[in-house]
Each structure stands twice: as C-alpha cells, then as structure tokens.
C-alpha cells in the first residue's frame, strides 16, 4: 500500500473540517443541556448514561478529528510535543492500548505541555470542554503549519 504524504491543505477543506467538528461539539451541547431538563429520573441515572457517552463519544471524535488529516506530513507537522502530536498520540493510545496514554519515542511530549495534559498511563477521558479546547489549538496549529 502506498501512503501519500500531504505537505499542504486548502485552507477552505482545514476550515469544513473544522465546522464540522464545531457541529458536533454544538450537538453534544444541545443534547447535554436537553437532557439536564429532562433528567427527573430517581438515581439521575440520564446523568450518568450521559456522563459515560461523553467520554466515548469525545474520544471517538478526536479519531475523527485526526483522520481528516491522516497523511499530513510529519515533518512538516514537527515533533515538538505541538497539539497536532498530542492528537496522534491520543488516537495511536486510544486504538492500541484501550484508551490508556502512551509515549511515541518520535515525539518530545511533556504532559505539563500539552492542550489536556495527559501523562503516561492516564486513562484517556476526553470531556467536551477538553475537546473544545483541543480542537482549537488542532486547528490552529493546522492553519499555520499546513494551509495554503
């Protein structure tokens, strides 16, 4: 298999994909506040059914988020401990280790750092106010490094 190396993005494609996340972040809000209305169930159990979506559905969006720009180039994207590596490592973590944070010996990651500040063997637990925040330094640092 033959894996292109992407150097630059159209600046409009790194900006739908970043209105598309947007979307998401929004709808999980909506669908949030919804349910904090709605939860008059005893043992607020809604809460606790929403509480557990959120960290998969946040986790699987940082995947999503990432292979929008799978074949972006390493070189370009550098290997600084910069959120671009924070979101390959948290996605390599998340498919290889069940979600348990893990090093990659090619990047100079510090936990104190990075956007969300995992360290070494922290379970990956992606809320939406993480994810907002990451998405934001992702993108930004998508903008400098690879738009045209």
Do not use: W
């Not at 939860?39 to 699987?60: V, Y």
């Not at 948290?90 to 010996?105: K, P, V």
């Not at 969300?116 to 400098?144: N, Q, R, T, Y």
């Amino acid at each position: 298999m033959i894996m292109l190396c992407v150097n630059k993005y159209p600046k409009s494609y790194i900006e739908d994909c970043h209105q598309r996340i947007n979307q998401q972040l929004t709808t999980f809000r909506q669908l949030a506040s919804a349910a904090q209305k709605a939860d008059g169930i005893p043992g607020k159990e809604l809460s606790r059914a929403l509480a557990t979506f959120e960290t998969s559905f946040f986790n699987n969006l940082v995947l999503a988020m990432d292979r929008s720009f799978n074949h972006r180039s390493r070189t370009l994207e550098l290997k600084d401990g910069n959120p671009l590596n924070e979101v390959r490592v948290l996605c390599d973590s998340i498919l290889e280790t069940g979600g348990r944070m893990t090093t990659d010996s090619t990047i100079k990651m510090k936990p104190e750092n990075s956007v969300l500040k995992f360290k070494v063997g922290d379970e990956i637990k992606i809320s939406v106010s993480a994810f907002a925040k990451l998405s934001e330094a992702f993108f930004a640092d998508m903008h400098k490094k690879f738009a045209i």
